[in-house]
């Protein structure tokens, strides 16, 4: 009786281990749905025009921290004025990181 007390205990400590560890790690995000996110940031403040992204990730280091990023950009006209911007969205979480208007 103890051998299998002990082995349904082991059972389902590594059953519970296994669904802990599947459930902390991080899911990344498509690089299509890293676009969506940016330009619904952008059309709360006006029409986008044309968009774009990388479909690669990059690794940048910011304030040294590591980040596995998408690279893309959104253009858009505000007063018949053409304005572009490129931004850089966190892989991992979707976090829009930087956004810097091109002159």
Do not use: C, H
Not at 14 to 39: C, D
Not at 79 to 96: M, P, R, S
Request: proline share 3%; charged share 25%; hydrophobic share 45%.
């Amino acid at each position: 009786m103890k051998w299998k007390a002990l082995l349904i205990g082991a059972g389902i400590g590594a059953a519970a281990a296994y669904l802990f560890t599947e459930a902390s790690k991080q899911q990344a995000i498509k690089p299509e749905k890293a676009l969506k996110i940016a330009k619904e940031a952008f059309k709360k403040r006006g029409p986008v025009d044309g968009s774009w992204i990388q479909m690669v990730p990059e690794t940048i280091i910011r304030n040294d921290m590591s980040y596995s990023i998408y690279r893309g950009g959104i253009s858009r006209r505000i007063e018949d004025v053409l304005e572009q911007y490129e931004f850089i969205v966190d892989k991992n979480t979707g976090v829009i990181l930087d956004v810097n208007q091109l002159k």
